[in-house]
């Protein structure tokens, strides 16, 4: 079982990699690695890796003779692909025409498009009731009085793409603002919403031509490095909870259903939706990525394994039951993280105490 792991640089194939090797496909899988940064420190780890290889970007002209080589010299079978841009290329290299050098499991390009624009998910789902009132902006061109007509300060503010909390930030005025757009030039476009200040929520959703398979959620408390930010967020938990929440993956699968009405997709693919909480406990939908996030590891040490889940889709192991299942987790479990090291799960209960 040969497996390609695009972008293992990151945070997010790391885990997906390290949620392999402890998978019941673990001693027959073998990992080929690929990544754009050659200084990555997942480019070099051999114990992990068969083999790993320094690609174009996924929109270069040389990358799919790059990547086609690769799986062909090395006989693989199957991928997980997660950096966004490279999930963009796949999906819209198959909606073109083209076949996939190896099986992987992707939603299709029309949605893969919107979910990436933090804006267009909004928009379709402004009047459901799933996400907060929000307002896009463009920095060079908008009008304070229409945006303060629209939200009340404090709100919430970040970049409409990217991951790891690029541009974000709860802004208390209009000068905090003004002065948040001139610290980050590179961002073209923002989203404003409504300052939802409880719970930090994620919903994952493995979907499979056309049928919700897995499901699982979780939360995420602090974050690692997240003195770095000035909004405390960098997209990479250090504190989280497994939580046994049916009522977010309704809510979760609600927003899909939608999403996949309005792009005229298959539900197929997987999915991870953030929920921030009002001061109510009102869960709403900030993003939906078409990935697994970096926690993922935790989730499989946990029990559930999602990288394993794909696999057995992928290799239609008959073993497997498509039957749909929410995962559970023991009451009151969490997980630590932190750079270079395995994550702990332990109960909350056991937290040493001052």
């Given at each position: 079982?040969?497996?390609l792991?695009?972008?293992?640089?990151?945070?997010?194939?790391?885990?997906i990699?390290?949620?392999?090797?402890?998978?019941?496909?673990?001693?027959?899988?073998?990992?080929?690695?690929?990544?754009?940064?050659?200084?990555?420190?997942?480019?070099?780890?051999?114990?992990?890796?068969?083999?790993?290889?320094?690609?174009?970007?996924?929109?270069?002209?040389?990358?799919?003779?790059?990547?086609k080589?690769?799986?062909?010299?090395?006989?693989?079978?199957?991928?997980?692909?997660?950096?966004?841009?490279?999930?963009?290329?796949?999906?819209?290299?198959?909606?073109?025409?083209?076949?996939?050098?190896?099986?992987?499991?992707?939603?299709?390009?029309?949605?893969?498009?919107?979910?990436?624009?933090?804006?267009?998910?909004?928009?379709?789902?402004?009047?459901?009731?799933?996400?907060?009132?929000?307002?896009?902006?463009?920095?060079k061109?908008?009008?304070?009085?229409?945006?303060?007509?629209?939200?009340?300060?404090?709100?919430?503010?970040?970049?409409?793409?990217?991951?790891?909390?690029?541009?974000?930030?709860?802004?208390?005025?209009?000068?905090?603002?003004?002065?948040?757009?001139?610290?980050?030039?590179?961002?073209?476009?923002?989203?404003?919403?409504?300052?939802?200040?409880?719970r930090?929520?994620?919903?994952?959703?493995?979907?499979?031509?056309?049928?919700?398979?897995?499901?699982?959620?979780?939360?995420?408390?602090?974050?690692?490095?997240?003195?770095?930010?000035?909004?405390?967020?960098?997209?990479?938990?250090?504190?989280?909870?497994?939580?046994?929440?049916?009522?977010?993956?309704?809510?979760?699968?609600?927003?899909?259903d939608?999403?996949?009405?309005?792009t005229?997709?298959?539900?197929?693919?997987?999915f991870t939706?953030?929920?921030?909480?009002d001061?109510?406990?009102?869960?709403?939908?900030?993003?939906?990525?078409?990935?697994?996030?970096?926690?993922?590891?935790?989730?499989?040490?946990?029990?559930?394994?999602?990288?394993?889940?794909?696999?057995?889709?992928?290799?239609?192991?008959?073993?497997?039951?498509?039957?749909?299942?929410?995962?559970?987790?023991?009451?009151?479990?969490?997980?630590?993280?932190?750079?270079?090291?395995?994550?702990?799960l332990?109960?909350?209960?056991?937290l040493?105490?001052?």
């Open positions: 079982m040969n497996i792991i695009s972008g293992v640089g990151g945070p997010t194939p790391r885990s990699s390290r949620s392999i090797k402890i998978s019941k496909y673990n001693e027959k899988s073998k990992l080929f690695g690929t990544d754009i940064n050659p200084y990555t420190h997942g480019l070099y780890e051999s114990e992990l890796y068969e083999k790993n290889i320094l690609v174009p970007g996924a929109t270069n002209e040389k990358y799919w003779d790059t990547i080589a690769f799986v062909q010299d090395n006989d693989i079978k199957y991928a997980m692909i997660h950096p966004e841009k490279a999930a963009l290329e796949w999906s819209l290299y198959k909606k073109e025409g083209g076949t996939w050098p190896c099986k992987t499991i992707l939603p299709d390009y029309d949605l893969v498009k919107v979910l990436m624009d933090k804006g267009a998910m909004t928009t379709i789902l402004s009047d459901s009731g799933l996400v907060p009132k929000s307002y896009i902006i463009n920095p061109d908008f009008d304070f009085v229409k945006l303060e007509e629209t939200l009340s300060y404090p709100f919430w503010i970040r970049s409409t793409s990217g991951s790891s909390g690029l541009g974000s930030l709860k802004v208390e005025s209009r000068e905090s603002l003004k002065n948040w757009f001139t610290i980050n030039p590179g961002v073209s476009e923002f989203i404003a919403s409504t300052f939802l200040p409880k930090n929520l994620a919903c994952k959703l493995l979907y499979h031509n056309g049928e919700l398979i897995r499901a699982a959620s979780g939360e995420r408390v602090n974050y690692i490095m997240s003195k770095v930010a000035p909004s405390g967020i960098t997209g990479n938990t250090s504190f989280g909870r497994l939580l046994n929440e049916p009522n977010l993956v309704k809510l979760a699968t609600k927003a899909m939608l999403l996949f009405k309005a005229n997709t298959k539900k197929h693919g997987f939706a953030d929920f921030k909480e001061c109510n406990g009102t869960p709403y939908i900030t993003e939906i990525n078409i990935r697994m996030v970096a926690f993922n590891y935790s989730f499989a040490v946990g029990g559930a394994n999602f990288s394993e889940d794909i696999l057995a889709l992928m290799s239609d192991d008959q073993s497997f039951d498509k039957t749909y299942k929410m995962y559970d987790f023991e009451p009151g479990t969490i997980f630590l993280r932190d750079v270079d090291v395995d994550p702990i332990m109960k909350e209960s056991d040493i105490k001052l």
